[in-house]
């Protein structure tokens, strides 16, 4: 498989003189398309640092990032917001959904904002929620809708711009273990598909989910194994 993220010697610090706080050492990592990555850590590891750039939500001290064989690094914001806006999805542990807007609503959101018209809109994003089991949700707000929904909401509103990579900050955090499952079956599912899914977690059941699990620690990647995924099953995820 072709390599669509690659770091370099990416180093990140925060304040200046003795307040100065290294919170990324040198990592060098190198990731591939359709790998399913889970960055696990304990609190003030490096790992939120470390998923921030990834995602182009902040910027290394040093070193290099290559995305899709495009220098990241180097590039001013409007070509970040561009590359959050066609290449990456997000998915966060609070949902992020507007509690006034129906579901379909919510993953026009984006597209919106990108220009897309109005009824490519509607249909990209029924579209979505389809392929995430909530095609007879679409005009659903999320009061009405389970954790579970409201995630599938949430990683159908990545979906819409049609992403290489789909970074997910603790996704699983608010939600049972059940539930949890669902949501690790429909990420298998997207990898499956040739996406690309780094998450963050710091559970090691639901690192079990993925090929490839990295572990952080005093902003250095401790260790970095390839395995074979648990099967999580998508029984119930879509009633």
Same mark, same amino acid.
């Given at each position: 498989?072709?390599?669509?993220?690659?770091?370099?010697?990416?180093?990140?610090?925060?304040?200046?003189?003795?307040?100065?706080?290294?919170?990324?050492?040198?990592?060098?990592?190198?990731?591939?398309?359709?790998?399913?990555?889970?960055?696990?850590?304990?609190?003030?590891?490096?790992?939120?640092?470390?998923?921030?750039?990834?995602?182009?939500?902040?910027?290394?001290?040093?070193?290099?990032?290559?995305?899709?064989?495009?220098?990241?690094?180097?590039?001013?914001?409007?070509?970040?917001?561009?590359?959050?806006?066609?290449?990456?999805?997000?998915?966060?542990?609070?949902?992020?959904?507007?509690?006034?807007?129906?579901?379909?609503?919510?993953?026009?959101?984006?597209?919106?904002?990108?220009?897309?018209?109005?009824?490519?809109?509607?249909?990209?994003?029924?579209?979505?929620?389809?392929?995430?089991?909530?095609?007879?949700?679409?005009?659903?707000?999320?009061?009405?809708?389970?954790?579970?929904?409201?995630?599938?909401?949430?990683?159908? /509103?990545? @979906? $819409?711009? !049609?992403?290489?990579? &789909?970074?997910? *900050?603790?996704?699983?955090? =608010?939600?049972?273990?059940?539930?949890?499952?669902?949501?690790?079956?429909?990420?298998?599912?997207?990898?499956?598909?040739?996406?690309?899914?780094?998450?963050?977690?710091?559970?090691?059941?639901?690192?079990?989910?993925?090929? /490839?699990? @990295? $572990?952080? !620690?005093?902003?250095? &990647?401790?260790? *970095?194994?390839?395995?074979? =995924?648990?099967?999580?099953?998508?029984?119930?995820?879509?009633?």
């Amino acid at each position: 498989m072709a390599e669509i993220i690659r770091l370099e010697d990416i180093g990140k610090v925060y304040g200046q003189g003795e307040s100065a706080v290294e919170a990324l050492r040198g990592v060098s990592l190198s990731i591939e398309e359709g790998e399913f990555v889970a960055i696990m850590g304990a609190s003030g590891s490096g790992k939120s640092t470390l998923m921030n750039i990834l995602g182009c939500l902040d910027r290394p001290s040093r070193g290099q990032y290559h995305l899709v064989g495009r220098d990241v690094a180097s590039m001013d914001a409007n070509d970040l917001a561009e590359i959050r806006n066609h290449l990456l999805g997000f998915v966060f542990q609070s949902f992020n959904l507007l509690a006034r807007t129906s579901a379909v609503e919510n993953v026009e959101l984006p597209m919106l904002y990108s220009g897309v018209p109005t009824r490519e809109r509607r249909e990209r994003a029924i579209e979505a929620l389809t392929r995430v089991g909530l095609g007879n949700r679409l005009h659903h707000h999320p009061n009405q809708l389970s954790g579970g929904q409201q995630q599938r909401v949430a990683i159908a /509103r990545a @979906l $819409v711009s !049609k992403p290489s990579v &789909i970074m997910a *900050d603790e996704p699983t955090g =608010a939600l049972d273990s059940h539930t949890s499952v669902e949501i690790m079956a429909l990420f298998q599912e997207l990898v499956a598909t040739g996406i690309t899914v780094v998450l963050v977690t710091h559970e090691s059941d639901i690192a079990n989910y993925a090929t /490839r699990v @990295l $572990v952080v !620690k005093d902003g250095r &990647i401790l260790s *970095d194994g390839r395995q074979v =995924a648990a099967i999580a099953s998508l029984e119930g995820a879509k009633k």
